[in-house]
């Protein structure tokens, strides 16, 4: 789950991370008072959407008077923002931050993620802040920094001092590092973490250490302990369907394709979806219905996909393992009466009972095509997509 910026920086500051002054507004009308509340000449008005890449979408206006200023947040708030980290159609901007212009003497990366090379949090600092981090790890990885973290240990300020030396930071600065960084790894090991990162970190002409920005993601399958994180939510910045599938228990994400995939089982829908790839098709989702794949939840899935614009075919490929092939043919049955399916379909059944399922799918009034094989099944599918 991901969290907007300025909810980054609450958490932040309640574990003694700097941040600039900000005001939070979701009207323009409020953009005049938030400058006179924060002073200063200098205003930094940024969208307030769950993708990163914001500057080079426009999402961040420098401003120097309070009319332009106005006129920013304007633009900005109820608009949709596209960045290279979203689709064709953006992310909507319900509110932005007004921030104070710092003085920025250096700039800084700094970030924790779950390793699972080390089996450890790592921590992953760079001097190239404020540049996409995976740019810097491609073009120059050793501009990047990586210390992993004992699982079975904490963060020690021994090892804080060492990255703040690798970042060639000034002794006077190692106290006010070592503060920010285990900060972020108490939020991070606290709240079940999956990536946190300041980009950039910033080192102030008066010496101070401030996260100028901040990213967290958290571990959705820890939410239910981590009643205060799941607060932050932001459904609007979420894919309705991907919302509606995670609600009914389905593991589904949206593709830009128009073969419609529904499987029971991750590596299987992987599997499926590089198939249908291969034979010259594009996918349109990754719709995993788990191991059971009862009627309702089955025609959830349907009605996921159906309700994509692209899709054009479907293609059904389940393994009969913890429940038999027959049982699952007629909830397919069940879901698509249910919904009024008019896609073309195409259904490949394996496992126990298959044999008696394809036969169930093959005996009713339902526009359906069956396939044993696998190849076959993508081959079709791809087909009636064109």
């Keep these: 789950m991901h969290i907007h910026e300025y909810q980054a920086k609450q958490l932040f500051s309640e574990n003694d991370i700097q941040v600039p002054e900000f005001v939070v507004i979701s009207s323009a009308n409020e953009t005049k008072d938030a400058c006179q509340k924060l002073g200063g000449s200098v205003w930094v008005v940024k969208a307030q959407v769950h993708a990163g890449g914001r500057g080079k979408g ?26 290279p980290q979203t689709d064709a159609k953006g992310l909507p901007i319900n509110q932005v931050i007004i921030e104070a212009g710092q003085d ?13 090379a080390t089996s450890s949090i790592t921590v992953l600092a760079s001097t190239e802040g404020g540049m996409d981090i995976e740019e810097v790890a491609a073009n120059t990885p050793e501009k990047i920094i990586k210390h992993a973290i004992d699982p079975l240990g904490t963060l ?29 790894y108490n939020i991070f090991s606290e709240n079940d973490g999956n990536l946190i990162e300041i980009n950039p970190l910033i080192i102030t002409d008066a ?31 979420e894919d309705e369907k991907e919302r509606n599938a995670s609600e009914s228990q389905l593991n589904y994400i949206s593709l830009d394709g128009n073969v419609g995939c529904m499987v029971n089982g991750a590596g299987l829908a992987m599997a499926t979806m590089d198939l249908i790839e291969y034979h010259g098709g594009s ?11 009862t009627a309702d939840r ?14 054009k075919a ?47 799918l093959n005996k009713s009034d339902f526009n359906i095509s069956t396939e044993a094989d696998l190849t076959q099944a993508a081959k079709q599918v791809v087909e009636m997509a064109k």
Excluded: M, W
């Excluded at 920025?104 to 699972?116: A, H, N, P, T, W």
């Excluded at 804080?160 to 972020?184: M, V, Y």
């Excluded at 007629?330 to 896609?343: D, N, R, S």
């Design 314 to 360: 479907i293609l059904v490929n389940i393994f009969g393992g913890i429940v038999r092939c027959d049982l699952i043919a007629e909830g397919i049955l069940q879901a698509i009466e249910k919904i009024g399916l008019t896609l073309p379909i195409v259904i490949r059944l394996e496992g126990t009972n298959a044999t008696e399922g394809l036969e169930i």
């Design 58 to 83: 426009g999402g961040v206006i420098v401003c120097f008077n309070i009319e332009d200023t106005i006129s920013a947040s304007e633009k900005l708030l109820g608009g949709r923002l596209i960045t």
């Design 104 to 116: 920025i003497q250096k700039e800084l990366y700094l970030g924790l993620l779950v390793d699972r």
């Design 207 to 237: 010496g101070e250490i401030i996260a100028l920005d901040g990213k967290i993601d958290f571990d959705d399958n820890a939410l239910y302990r981590n009643e205060a994180i799941a607060a932050l939510r932001d459904p609007s910045q």
């Design 298 to 311: 089955v025609a959830k899935a349907f009605e996921i996909i159906q309700g994509g614009a692209d899709v």
């Design 156 to 184: 020690e300020e021994i090892a804080c001092n060492e990255i703040a030396n690798q970042l060639k930071l000034d002794s006077s600065l190692h106290s006010q590092f070592a503060t920010t960084l285990t900060g972020l």
């Design 283 to 293: 996918p349109a989702n990754f719709l995993d219905v788990g191991g059971t794949a």
